[in-house]
């Protein structure tokens, strides 16, 4: 069965947040390049000026506060999965303390170069 | 294996990117055995290869693969038991050592990685090597003859020792794809549409191994597979018999699509690429990763290995 090691479930969690954060952050430009197009057209209608400087406004705000919202989840789900990997990469610690030998299923003839301390089955 | 595979491709698209953060997924280059990475010491290489033998066979897979990719497929097995390796070391008596490696790094620097890698191997393996065939799939092929020019500069031992180098859909000319990727990202950057920006920004973030395979950069400092009169801009490595493996999506060889196309990824090399008296064969109806693990293929290198043993 193939496994992940910690380290690389690590990594890959990572990966993910790194790029959920770089995507919301990418996508939130290109959305405010092509929202302000029509509003910088329609401000140049003296008339009707003031009130498309407040709705963009507004929509600038509410779409900030999405993608804002977007990143703080983003974050607070990386958090929550660095605790349940440290958990049980303490818990991998205190069983390998207790238990001689490496991790189920590998073969110790062949210890690994630089060796993660514990497999996750996935 | 899937997993493994999983992170093998996310290197090669990613693997600079990876390293460079420290990521836990970024493979560090090193041989391996039994899909685990084998220490450099004396005992491990003895437990690995009970019976060493004074010739090596080293492999080197290509992007986005690892050492899986030799596993002759109707096998279905998890590790590649029967593969060029094995049946040359059955054959001929070559110990084989599979590399596996970031394939999203700077071919140079993989190159050099490789050229260290084997002075530790020669440093620790428990006979005397007498002779080493180096066998790479695609980009592998690239790192090889990197890790030659940097092994020469070096003055490492184990450069002497090369008889043969295999080179299996390598593309010395560099890859088509990543021409058409390059050019593509440029005209997706030149649109003044933040959409299109967007999705170009998105492509560029492919690794520098990828990028290095557009003009198949083997070196730092050469930008170029050739040089400012068509020769080679990093010679072969001259002590060594040279063979191109290179495969076509049809059965004619000459057809517009094997000529546009050739094994799905990489076409046939320029004759001028290649110092006279490089051996090339080509398979018809051969795709690109079949190069690796097909036993037409097989039966040509063991054809090569035995012509060049009785020269020898």
């Known amino acids: ?122 | 294996m899937w997993t493994d595979l999983g992170i093998s491709v996310l290197n090669g698209m990613f693997g600079d990117y990876l390293r460079d953060r420290g990521n836990g997924l970024a493979i560090d280059m090193a041989f391996y055995h039994r899909n685990r990475p084998l220490p450099l010491t004396a005992e491990s290489l003895y437990q690995a290869h009970p019976h060493p033998t004074t010739k090596l066979c080293i492999l080197l897979h290509g992007l986005g693969c690892n050492e899986g990719v030799w596993a002759f497929r109707d096998a279905a097995q998890r590790y590649p038991e029967t593969s060029y390796g094995t049946l040359l070391q059955k054959e001929f008596g070559y110990t084989p050592f599979y590399v596996r490696y970031n394939t999203g790094l700077p071919i140079a620097e993989n190159g050099k990685g490789l050229a260290a890698l084997l002075d530790e191997l020669l440093a620790c393996y428990p006979v005397g090597i007498a002779e080493i065939v180096l066998i790479g799939h695609s980009m592998g092929g690239l790192v090889l003859r990197s890790a030659c020019h940097y092994g020469t500069q070096r003055q490492s031992p184990w450069v002497g020792k090369v008889g043969q180098a295999f080179y299996l859909g390598t593309p010395h000319d560099g890859a088509d794809l990543e021409k058409l990727g390059h050019v593509a990202t440029a005209v997706l950057h030149a649109v003044p549409n933040p959409i299109t920006r967007l999705i170009g920004t998105i492509l560029n973030q492919r690794s520098q191994g990828v990028k290095d395979l557009r003009s198949g950069r083997l070196l730092d400092d050469a930008p170029d597979t050739l040089g400012p009169n068509g020769e080679p801009a990093v010679p072969w490595l001259a002590s060594a018999h040279h063979y191109l493996i290179v495969g076509t999506l049809t059965r004619d060889s000459q057809h517009v699509a094997a000529r546009l196309f050739g094994d799905a990824l990489v076409r046939p090399p320029q004759e001028n690429t290649f110092k006279p008296g490089v051996n090339v064969k080509l398979f018809r109806r051969m795709h690109h990763l079949k190069l690796a693990h097909d036993p037409r293929v097989y039966r040509q290198i063991k054809r090569w290995c035995g012509s060049d043993l009785k020269r020898s």
């Open chain 1, 1 to 122: 069965m193939s496994r992940l090691s910690l380290q690389q479930a690590r990594g890959l969690k990572d990966l993910i947040q790194e790029t959920v954060e770089a995507g919301a952050s990418a996508i939130e430009k290109v959305h405010q390049d092509i929202a302000c197009q029509p509003f910088a057209v329609l401000k140049k209608i003296n008339v009707i000026a003031v009130p498309v400087q407040a709705i963009e406004t507004v929509h600038q705000t509410i779409t900030g506060g999405v993608y804002t919202s977007v990143r703080t989840v983003n974050r607070i789900a990386g958090v929550l999965a660095t605790q349940v990997l440290n958990r049980l990469e303490e818990h991998g610690d205190t069983a390998e303390g207790s238990q001689a030998g490496g991790p189920a299923g590998e073969d110790p003839q062949y210890p690994a170069v630089n060796a993660p301390r514990r497999r996750l089955s996935e």
